[in-house]
């Protein structure tokens, strides 16, 4: 059949939907026609038609009705040519409004082609339908149909690519926020992982993220590896990939290949970062578009984790620090503090408290018996038993940790005021400055007051000797539901070996 010659003048002959069998997906098309001879020479027509080296997908619709069960069977359909006249006179208009009304697709390109366009005059069909062509078919020639699918699937293609790049845009905000929410390096690593196999639909096949230790021209570049996809114990990268990245390094920027991305980023402190991310298959103009932005998310969000993580670090010396100079003051071990935070963050976590808040418990602890800093030397470490005045003294230290620790804006700070206030309230009542009871005492000061005497009674004090652990088993026990919540009683005593293992990484 010539090309020049009307598509639907020509004799109809019969042929079979055929899809071109390659690596490349084919572009799905809908006929939607009740005119048999129609689908015949429209299928010879397109028979061996490609686009981007993808073949088409024929699909065959007789109807209205028809058409839209394949339509919802097959979402991905990037073009649609639709008769008007089917089953009722303006079937096909009422097909186009199910699709972009009911549907909600805008992205299928509709073109409508009529043999009867009385019924559906071409000015008014154009204004009030969101369709983006239309043609009689007696002036639709061979040429003209393939011309007609070139710039349909051309449009189709540019939709979808706007899509992916909006759907990319929002995982990466999405990822900003996730990113933000982190609170350590470690959960950073993590989610860089994770977020760049979602990204590229990977599955973790090669991904490094790494800071450079040293940037000076005159020694070799060295690496810290922040993340990886295949951990090593040494945390080194294969010589390879420090090669790449080392001329990374070099040349000040980002590195866009179609085995690999190398994104180089740099933070606010002038710190450089690296991203090396490789792919089994071809990575495209896409994946290194939104691995860039990517990057950039990761230098802003890295330089945050980090100063929080010093921050954070600077705060637990400081209050061990503080702790300690109380400790040794009263001649004691500064241990203890490490271990009350360390018994404190471990019941804090079996009792179901967040993360965040059992970091805050264990970052306050040590500065529970703060007050002691006030109390005289003579009471504070007389070697036999306080007389009534002296213990009503020594009594007056958790009072006046608050006190010294109350006015802070520092959560931290906050927190300690609250275990020095509440470290020896009873959960029935006895206890002191307040006689708080039960759920009254805080959480924090419940914890640290279990921790505290369960380490207390193991080590040696001024006054007395540690006790053998069968002892300070029974005496909590004992105190169950007396001095100590029952609840977090039941925790040490069921974990026992963990609180051990505590007891024996911070010996005296």
């Known amino acids: 059949m010539s090309n020049d010659v009307f598509l639907f003048n020509d004799e109809p002959q019969h042929a079979?939907?055929?899809?071109?069998?390659?690596?490349?997906?084919?572009?799905?098309?809908?006929?939607?026609?009740?005119?048999?001879?129609?689908?015949?020479?429209?299928?010879?027509?397109?028979?061996?038609?490609?686009?981007?080296?993808?073949?088409?997908?024929?699909?065959?619709?007789?109807?209205?009705?028809?058409?839209?069960q394949l339509i919802q069977q097959h979402p991905d359909i990037a073009l649609a040519i639709i008769d008007v006249v089917m089953e009722t006179q303006h079937a096909g208009l009422e097909l186009i409004k199910f699709i972009r009304e009911q549907l909600k697709n805008q992205r299928m390109r509709l073109i409508l082609r009529t043999g009867q366009p009385g019924e559906a005059p071409e000015e008014h069909v154009i204004r009030d339908y969101d369709i983006n062509d239309y043609k009689n078919k007696t002036e639709v020639t061979a040429i003209k149909l393939k011309t007609l699918l070139y710039a349909g699937l051309r449009s189709y293609r540019d939709i979808c690519f706007i899509e992916q790049h909006k759907i990319g845009l929002e995982k990466i905000i999405g990822c900003t926020t996730s990113f933000l929410r982190c609170t350590s390096l470690r959960e950073f690593a993590s989610l860089i992982l994770s977020q760049v196999a979602f990204l590229l639909g990977l599955e973790r096949e090669q991904i490094y993220c790494c800071a450079a230790i040293n940037?000076?021209?005159?020694?070799?570049?060295?690496?810290?590896?922040?993340?990886?996809?295949?951990?090593?114990?040494?945390?080194?990268?294969?010589?390879?990939?420090?090669?790449?990245?080392?001329?990374?390094?070099?040349?000040?920027?980002s590195y866009y290949a179609d085995d690999c991305f190398i994104g180089y980023f740099t933070t606010h402190n002038g710190n450089e970062n690296f991203l090396y991310v490789s792919k089994g298959s071809k990575l495209e103009q896409a994946d290194h578009q939104l691995l860039n932005y990517f990057s950039h998310n990761i230098a802003i969000a890295y330089e945050n984790i980090r100063l929080r993580e010093l921050m954070r670090e600077s705060q637990r010396e400081l209050s061990y620090i503080l702790g300690e100079a109380v400790e040794k003051r009263s001649k004691e071990t500064g241990s203890h503090v490490k271990r009350v935070a360390n018994y404190s963050y471990l019941l804090a976590i079996k009792c179901g408290l967040s993360e965040y808040e059992a970091e805050k418990i264990k970052l306050s602890s040590p500065l529970h018996d703060l007050g002691k800093i006030a109390i005289p030397d003579h009471i504070?470490?007389?070697?036999?038993?306080?007389?009534?005045?002296?213990?009503?003294?020594?009594?007056?230290?958790?009072?006046?940790?608050?006190?010294?620790?109350?006015?802070?804006?520092?959560?931290?700070?906050?927190?300690?005021?609250?275990?020095?206030?509440?470290?020896?309230?009873?959960?029935?009542?006895?206890?002191?400055?307040?006689?708080?009871?039960?759920?009254?005492?805080?959480?924090?000061?419940?914890?640290?007051?279990?921790?505290?005497?369960?380490?207390?009674?193991?080590?040696?004090?001024?006054?007395?000797?540690?006790?053998?652990?069968?002892?300070?088993?029974?005496?909590?026990?004992?105190?169950?539901?007396?001095?100590?919540?029952?609840?977090?009683a039941d925790i040490l005593l069921n974990n026992l070996d963990a609180f051990l293992v505590i007891r024996d990484a911070y010996p005296d």
């Open 16 to 68: 079979e939907t055929e899809v071109i069998v390659n690596n490349a997906m084919p572009w799905q098309v809908l006929i939607v026609d009740d005119d048999k001879s129609i689908h015949e020479i429209t299928t010879l027509v397109l028979n061996n038609f490609e686009f981007e080296q993808r073949p088409l997908q024929l699909l065959h619709a007789f109807s209205a009705n028809e058409a839209q």
């Open 215 to 253: 940037s000076t021209p005159q020694t070799p570049l060295l690496l810290d590896v922040i993340a990886s996809s295949t951990p090593s114990k040494s945390n080194e990268l294969p010589a390879d990939v420090v090669e790449k990245i080392s001329q990374v390094q070099i040349n000040k920027q």
């Open 380 to 488: 504070l470490n007389k070697p036999g038993k306080h007389d009534a005045d002296e213990w009503a003294i020594m009594q007056q230290h958790a009072y006046l940790g608050y006190q010294i620790l109350q006015h802070s804006t520092n959560e931290i700070l906050q927190m300690g005021a609250i275990i020095a206030h509440q470290h020896h309230e009873k959960w029935n009542g006895k206890g002191y400055p307040q006689g708080l009871s039960g759920h009254n005492i805080h959480i924090a000061g419940r914890i640290t007051a279990l921790a505290d005497v369960f380490d207390a009674l193991g080590s040696d004090r001024c006054y007395k000797k540690a006790w053998p652990l069968e002892e300070i088993i029974e005496l909590i026990r004992n105190e169950r539901g007396q001095h100590f919540d029952p609840t977090l």
